[in-house]
Structures are given as structure tokens and as C-alpha cells.
């Protein structure tokens, strides 16, 4: 599957902004979907999970509350809605897939689980 983020920008502190990536080339509703973040000299950082289905999602401590992970399997997308954006939250933010049998119905917080990779956009938060 191929991944596609975008929507990153530089907002104020406080601000909100709403991540997409869309998936093409395999049945988007059989991957299980998260979003990871990274930036500079600093290793990858999970963010937010979503299962294949949708019924299960798993978050960072540090982003819990104000992020919120969802996906339209109909549009093939993935989504995070992060409101009350900190400087902190400033990374490129890659979006990863990785194909799910029906069992396996799960959100997972590990990079190594995930198989497909984005190319990243950048979230860009001001003091």
C-alpha cells in the first residue's frame, strides 16, 4: 500500500490542525493505521493508533485528549485531528499501515509492526 500524508502547516500554540493520508493500492480496510512522529536527533515517537476496523485506538500519554485518530475506509484515509497544539507537538509526522487478518482487530503503539510507510509531514507549532 502506498501512503499519502498531508495537511501539516505551522500553526500558533493552542491551535488545531487535522493530518490526512490516503492509501492506494491495497484494501485500505484490512490495514491496521497509526501515526508516528519525529524530529531532529530525536528517535520516532508514537502517536496514535487505529485499528482496521476502527473500534480500537491507542494514544501517546502526551497527546491524549487534545489528538484524535479516525479513518473513513470508504475514502481510503486516514485522519488526526489535533487540537490544542503545544510547541512541542512540532515534528514531521509520518503516517504507517500494516495488512491485518479479521482476528486481528487491534490498535498497536509499535513501529515495528507497521510495514508501509509515508513520507511525512511537517507540523510546525510557535510559542
Known amino acids: 500500500v502506498q501512503l499519502q500524508a498531508s495537511g501539516g502547516g505551522l500553526v500558533e500554540a493552542g491551535g488545531s490542525l487535522r493530518l490526512s493520508c490516503v492509501a492506494s493500492?491495497?484494501?485500505?480496510?484490512?490495514?491496521?493505521m497509526a501515526w508516528f512522529r519525529q524530529t531532529p536527533g530525536k528517535e520516532r515517537e508514537f502517536v496514535a493508533a487505529i485499528s482496521y476496523s476502527g473500534g480500537s485506538t491507542d494514544y501517546a500519554d502526551s497527546v491524549k485528549g487534545r489528538f484524535t485518530v479516525s479513518r473513513d475506509n470508504a475514502k481510503n484515509t486516514l485522519f488526526l485531528q489535533m487540537n490544542t497544539l503545544k510547541p512541542e507537538d512540532t515534528a514531521v509526522y509520518y503516517c504507517?499501515?500494516?495488512?491485518?487478518?479479521?482476528?486481528?482487530?487491534?490498535?498497536?503503539?509499535?513501529?515495528?509492526?507497521?510495514?508501509?510507510w509515508g513520507q511525512g509531514t511537517l507540523v510546525t507549532v510557535s510559542s
Open positions: 493500492g491495497r484494501t485500505f480496510s484490512t490495514f491496521a
Open positions: 504507517a499501515a500494516v495488512a491485518r487478518d479479521y482476528w486481528e482487530d487491534y490498535a498497536s503503539a509499535l513501529d515495528f509492526d507497521y510495514d508501509n
